[in-house]
Structures are given as structure tokens and as C-alpha cells.
């Protein structure tokens, strides 16, 4: 894993989210700028992952802001 990769990790965790394979979480932070990228909001990305996991509203909207953060922060106002 890259450096990037490696701190975005280390910060899932701090937010008590975890994973069986990083790389998976990786993929998912990468589709969360697939669906930005496509038009989605990061409330609608927030809510299909509180729909399809087990994570809280925090833990989600903190894998959200996380993945912007680390992966395409050209869309760092996708929650204005």
C-alpha cells in the first residue's frame, strides 16, 4: 500500500471502522469519488452506505469525508 493509503487506514480505524481486507476499504474510498464524480451528493453516498452496512451515521459520513480527503479532494464541498 501507498503512503496515502497507509495514513487513510490508520484514520478508518481511529474512527473504529473496520475491514477484513484493505483493500476493499481502499476500493470502496475510491467508488465514493466514482459516485462524486458521477454526480451523487456525499449526503446520498452516506446514506447508500448506511444502507448497505452496519456503520452509524458518524462512521459514515467520516468514511465519506475521509475518502474525499484522501482520494479526490476536488470535491471537498460535496456536503455544502
Known amino acids: 500500500t501507498s503512503q496515502p493509503d497507509t495514513a487513510f487506514l490508520s484514520e478508518i480505524a481511529d474512527e473504529v471502522i473496520s475491514s477484513d481486507s484493505a ?10 469519488c466514482s459516485e462524486l464524480k458521477a454526480g451523487a451528493s456525499g449526503t446520498d453516498i452516506g446514506g ?11 462512521q459514515a459520513a467520516a468514511f465519506v469525508v475521509m475518502s474525499i480527503d484522501y482520494y479526490c479532494p476536488q470535491y471537498t464541498d460535496a456536503f455544502a
Not at 23 to 32: K, R
Not at 48 to 58: F, G, M, Q, S, V
Open 23 to 32: 483493500s476493499a476499504v481502499i476500493g470502496n474510498a475510491h467508488q465514493v
Open 48 to 58: 447508500d452506505i448506511l444502507a448497505h452496512t452496519d456503520l452509524t451515521t458518524r
